[in-house]
């Protein structure tokens, strides 16, 4: 057994230094040239996210990072000479996930004491080593772009990460930042202590038009890709609604959104409950995080301005679970209001967006845990992919460079065995991952965690 152990551990060695060797030489020459390796894979199925029907034998020319063709595969293909082969017949390959909700620099902090834990004991520069390992998973899971909303008393630390990345200096996905997030003063933890006490805070705090535009203004310069705001705090539910009180007031939300569009940047807006997500609406957000309740007003404003839905549905199922076995009393019925807000918004024709939350619950959980949840919900399995790839591009601006498997967009590619439109839960097991052309995990025991 010893023996065997150690011969695995020296396997992993040897893949991961051929993987790091190889993904740096890509990461850092991202645009094709004559000299460019050329890499073939040949997946079993393929969903490309540009056809409805998933294609058999598939083969993909990569070079320089980017899809340079989709073709059929043949048994007599033979690979030209200096090209790298890669055998995913036995596999249905997807593009590359998109996660538009995330927190690496929050290492589950649901639990309780857990976010004050983190927020006051855990020092900037350990939160962030801890970030960079949660980027590394995130892209192990299969999620190969994400949008982090947020970095939780953080500051830039998120910024750090998304270059280093896109240096190539450590493995992650492609990351899109918000950096600290904007609320008003008494609206957002750190909270509870003794008043005589300067304590952190998880987001930047601002009060009146002239702060807020200040606050877009400062977060922009110093990183952020877009602007995050909280529409709403404390939120209770009565008959079928949760309702909330709003944190700005019209006039500092209109000046967010103002600033932001002014430099070219997007808005997400955290909204729980009624009074929150009307605002954040009235204000034209162009994303609505959570929405745990939207009136049908709403909806319909959202369908017809393009507002987009993230739901984070998951990270709800989980918290529940959490604060009942831990005796306290839980959302009550809050699951169930998220659940019948999620079929409104698709029958609305809403667009919405794959976002977990994931950082909310550790990252050792798979953020592929909200797929199965949005098809219980009303999605067919094939809409809740979607939602993942091709919607998560739109969302991000990004349609032109990722979201589906064609020439020309960037080679982020991912795999399961089995067929994941019929059996949603496969993509909980991603068993290979290629960014940009550059190859993270492939399938086999060697991967096994
Ligand atoms: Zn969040």
């Known amino acids: 057994m010893k023996c065997q152990r150690s011969l695995k551990a ?45 294609r058999q034998n598939a083969l993909l020319e990569i070079v320089g990072g980017q899809f340079r063709a989709v073709t059929h595969y043949t048994p007599d293909f033979a690979k030209p000479a200096g090209a790298a082969f890669i055998d995913l017949a036995a596999e249905t390959c997807l593009p590359g996930l998109v996660d538009s909700h995330t927190h690496i620099l929050l290492q589950g902090d649901q639990k309780p004491g857990q976010y004050d834990e983190q927020i006051l004991k855990w020092s900037l520069p350990y939160r962030t080593i801890l970030a960079t390992q949660s980027a590394r998973r995130a892209l192990e899971y299969g999620f190969t772009t994400i949008r982090d909303v947020e970095t939780e008393g953080a ?24 950096t600290r997030a904007l609320n008003v003063t008494g609206a957002y933890a750190i909270e509870g202590y003794d008043p005589a006490l300067t304590l952190p805070h998880g987001v930047q705090v601002v009060d009146g038009a002239d702060e807020c535009r200040k606050a877009v203004r400062e977060q922009i310069a110093n990183g952020a890709d877009w602007i995050k705001v909280y529409a709403d705090q404390r939120v209770s539910t009565a008959q079928g609604v949760v309702h909330s009180i709003p944190t700005f007031t019209p006039e500092e939300f209109h000046a967010i959104v103002d600033e932001a569009h002014r430099e070219h940047h997007k808005v997400a807006a955290h909204a729980l409950g009624l009074e929150g997500a009307h605002n954040a609406v009235q204000a034209g957000v162009d994303s609505l995080e959570h929405g745990a309740y939207i009136s049908d007003d709403d909806l319909r404003t959202m369908a017809g301005q393009g507002i987009w839905y993230v739901p984070t549905l998951y990270i709800f199922v989980y918290a529940d679970e959490i604060h009942q076995a831990g005796g306290f009393p839980g959302w009550k019925g809050g699951v169930e209001i998220h659940a019948e807000t999620f079929r409104r918004a698709l029958k609305a024709g809403v667009r919405i967006a794959f976002g977990t939350d994931v950082g909310g619950f550790e990252w050792t959980i798979s953020p592929a845990k909200e797929f199965p949840l949005m098809v219980n919900y009303g999605m067919t399995p094939a809409q809740a992919l979607r939602a993942a790839t091709a919607s998560g591009a739109d969302l991000l601006d990004m349609k032109e460079q990722i979201g589906s498997v064609e020439p020309g967009k960037l080679a982020d590619l991912v795999a399961v065995s089995g067929n994941p439109l019929s059996d949603i839960h496969l993509l909980e097991n991603i068993n290979f991952v290629m960014k940009e052309g550059a190859v993270y995990k492939l399938p086999g025991p060697l991967n096994s965690h």
């Open 10 to 54: 020296l396997c992993l060695l040897l893949v991961s230094l051929f993987l790091s060797v190889f993904c740096r030489r890509t990461i850092a020459a991202p645009q094709a040239g004559k000299s460019d390796p050329v890499t073939f894979v040949h997946c079993g199925t393929l969903i490309d996210e540009v056809t409805d029907e998933p």
């Open 155 to 178: 500051y830039y630390a998120d910024v750090s990460v998304r270059d280093a990345i896109k240096q190539g200096v450590i493995p992650g996905p492609r990351m899109v930042v918000v």
